[in-house]
């Protein structure tokens, strides 16, 4: 029986040169640096890897370049996602050739479908893939796939092995798991949202596919083993300051170009992206690099930028000591039995 997915599995970016193509040196040196940080696994051709803006051949280029390098260190959970079932089968043949642990599959996009034409889509992907595929789920930009769906799927393809949510839907996630864990207890569910990686976890979940993880891959996996380990004032901290840096790289700039700036700050050539900006958006870009330059210097990941960063006001260092606070009174009234 194959393993389970469980742990991080890092949607990594793709480097350009400056032709706009893709930069294959720096792509395996940053697989390699998200390594040896200690990522559980891999997953190119996401959205955080603007699986969209590549062609079919490039998306196919990219698994085969991070399988050859990655050679069977983490595991690779790869994006198959193309505009049809034709299409989608044709991709899990080629991952599966490459050896990927499994693929992970958007449900149709454009498009918006009914429950039922959702179902037959992946009941037609599931009969005929020659690897096993996690759903993906991310209704901001799919079909949504509701949580009948889901359980139906898992109880009639046995290919189909997991779900990957980016909705970051508490009660959604926890609705799933109670309506399939009782029949496939085999079934990974692995969460898209950052910001609630640590509640998911305790909820059920078995990991997450977290854009955060490419930039601050040492940070993600300590909040991973401290959460399922048990250290959860640990933990809450460090969700606390993942959620500034992930809310500061998502809502300051189209996405991806947050995280790419971060990955630049990190040591690496991501070169120009293939979504034109303006003027101003670029503007903002440059500024926005000094702030994550500012939170990546917290850690000591980076450098200051020149004339440093601004001090924290008497509002914001408020703001933490009540975290603080409150964290250590609920942890009292847990001991006490009292919550």
């Known amino acids: 029986m194959a393993t389970r997915l469980q742990g991080i599995f890092t949607p990594n970016l793709v480097p350009y040169d400056a032709h706009g193509d893709i930069n294959e040196g720096e792509l395996r040196r940053y697989v390699n640096w998200l390594i040896e ?154 969460t898209g949202w950052d910001a609630a990686l640590m509640p998911m976890i305790l909820l059920g979940c078995d990991g997450g596919t977290n854009a955060s993880s490419g930039v601050v891959p040492e940070i993600t996996r300590k909040l991973y083993d401290c959460t399922v380990g048990g250290q959860l004032d640990e933990a809450r901290q460090i969700q606390y300051d993942l959620v500034n840096l992930f809310d500061t790289m998502l809502y300051s700039a189209e996405f991806p170009d947050g995280f790419r700036a971060a990955v630049e700050l990190r040591g690496f050539q991501m070169g120009r992206g293939r979504q034109p900006l303006s003027s101003e958006q670029t503007t903002d870009l440059d500024a926005l690099t000094k702030t994550l330059q500012c939170h990546l210097a917290t850690h000591g990941y980076t450098d200051e930028p020149v004339g440093g960063c601004p001090i924290p006001s008497a509002d914001e260092r408020d703001l933490t000591e009540v975290s603080e606070i409150v964290a250590r009174v609920v942890s009292e009234l847990h001991q006490r039995g009292m919550m």
Request: aromatic letters at 10%; charged letters at 25%.
């Open 37 to 190: 940080k200690g990522v559980h696994g891999l997953y190119p051709n996401g959205s955080t890897g603007e699986f969209t803006r590549f062609t079919v051949e490039e998306r196919k280029r990219i698994v085969s370049i991070i399988a050859d390098e990655t050679r069977g260190r983490v595991p690779i959970l790869a994006g198959a996602a193309e505009a049809n079932v034709k299409e989608t089968l044709k991709a899990c043949e080629f991952y599966a050739e490459l050896g990927v642990r499994a693929v992970a599959i958007v449900a149709p996009f454009y498009y918006k479908l009914s429950p039922a034409s959702v179902y037959a889509y992946f009941k037609e992907i599931g009969d005929n893939t020659p690897v096993d595929v996690t759903l993906y789920n991310i209704p901001m930009f799919a079909s949504p796939i509701d949580v009948p769906t889901v359980k139906r799927l898992s109880e009639e393809c046995e290919r189909i092995v997991a779900i990957k949510d980016s909705s970051g839907d508490l009660p959604h996630m926890i609705r799933m798991i109670q309506a399939v864990r009782p029949n496939r207890p085999d079934f990974s569910f692995l």
